[in-house]
Every structure is written in structure tokens, then in C-alpha cells.
């Protein structure tokens, strides 16, 4: 059986493709290989952007009910954990990820592409939480979707599972953009590209900021970033971009990036 979630490598942009089709259906074997892969680029410095995709049909058109239907109470807490332990890495990565989003966004899947920092989708996607639908409510990363769309919208999704459109979820700011089927890369990699012309630890500290505000009080969230505006600081990113910028040229960045968790005084 061919591998479940392919990489390939850019320079600094990671692409990572579900390869299950036509609807590349989540059931243990995938949902323990994107975790792995994500793991694996996380501990990666050289990684700056990544890219999750679907293969064929879909980008994923979420659980594979056929695995679900199986299910008793101890197999069902084990499997939601670990789909939650998966989309969770995606969502800390310690630098940006693009969902590029393509025909059935439904389920575990709509959570797997929340998670994302950034969507662009086609025209044909659609996206819902379905779940109840099958007799069980949609929890784990569901829960980012009242911050994003507003309690009445998430409530309707939710207890209905009807889904919505490309055009919905751009109009209600769950989507960067919508493009044709044919420009799905193309507008991917356009706004990857503009992220890898960032400057590397800026942008890895911008990400984890995005994470921790989302998880903290204003006070603290502002504390964060004072922190992590002094860090910037530490090595010469800021002093080339800003040479850059007065000489108008491009900047060259190099280094490792830094982490706005490190606390210098």
C-alpha cells in the first residue's frame, strides 16, 4: 500500500498530501502517519512553511465510518484521542501551515483544516461537521469554530450537519481565498511564497504568538509579544531587513529561528 501522507520538499516549503483517495478517509493508519510527519517537520529548523493537501476527490472528507460503526466506548475514547493528538501537532507547528482545500472538507477533516493557520479552497469544496447526522456530536477541534464564525453559525453547523459552501466559508472568514481547480497550487505556493520572504524567526515567533492568544488573557498575550519583540533582536534578522528595506533590495535572512517562549531580560 502506497504511503499514507506523502512529503515533498521545496527549500524551505513542506508539502504534505493525503494519499487515500478518492476521499482519503481518516482511519488509524493515516491519522498516525500525519502525526508522525508533523512531528518530524516540527523538529525540523529548516522548515518553514507547510502545505496539507488531499489527493484525487478531496482534501478529506473526514472519518471513515466504517471504522467508527466498530466502535465501543474504550476503542472510541482511544481513537478520538489520538485523532486529537494528531490535529493537534498540525496546529502547534512551530511554522505556518496552508490548507489547500479541495472538494469534501467534512467531518474530522473541516477540524484538520481549522487547525490550519491559513485555507485557500476551490470553488467545489464543501465544508460541514456531519457528525450528528451518524448519532455522535462533533467535538475535539470543533471547538475552534464559535471563535472563528460566531456562536449562531457554529450552533447551526453543529446541530444540524448541514454543510456550507466555499463561498459561505470565505463570506462568514473561515477561507483566505476561492480559486478555480486548476489554480489551487499556483495560489498556494503565491502565499507561501510571500511568508518564506519573511523573515524565518519572525515569522516562527509570529506563529507562536497567533497560539498563545489564543489561549491567554490580553494582559498576558501583550506580555508575550514585548518578549518576543526584545528577542528579535538577539540575532541580525531585524538589522538585515531593515538595511534591506532602506537600500531597497531584498533581504537576505539567515540563522536559526528563535522562540518567543525564551525569556531574556
Known sequence: MAEAVAVRRAGGLAWCTLERPPLNLLEPEIINALRATFQDLAADSSVRVAVLT????????????????????????????????????????????IAGIHGACLGAGFELALACDLRIATADAIFGLPEVRVGVPSVIEAALLPGMVGSARAAAMLLTGEPITASQAREWGLLNSIVARDGLRSAVETLAGKILACGPSAIRMQKELILRWRATDLASAVAYGINAFALSFANDEPREGMRAFLEKRAPAFAGEPASASEDRR
Request: hydrophobic share 50%.
Open 54 to 97: 488531499g489527493t484525487a476527490r478531496a482534501f478529506t472528507a473526514g472519518m471513515d465510518v466504517r471504522v467508527l460503526s466498530e466502535l465501543d466506548v474504550p476503542r472510541a475514547k482511544t481513537l478520538i484521542s489520538s485523532l486529537h493528538e494528531t490535529i493537534r501537532v498540525v496546529h502547534a507547528a512551530p511554522f505556518p501551515v
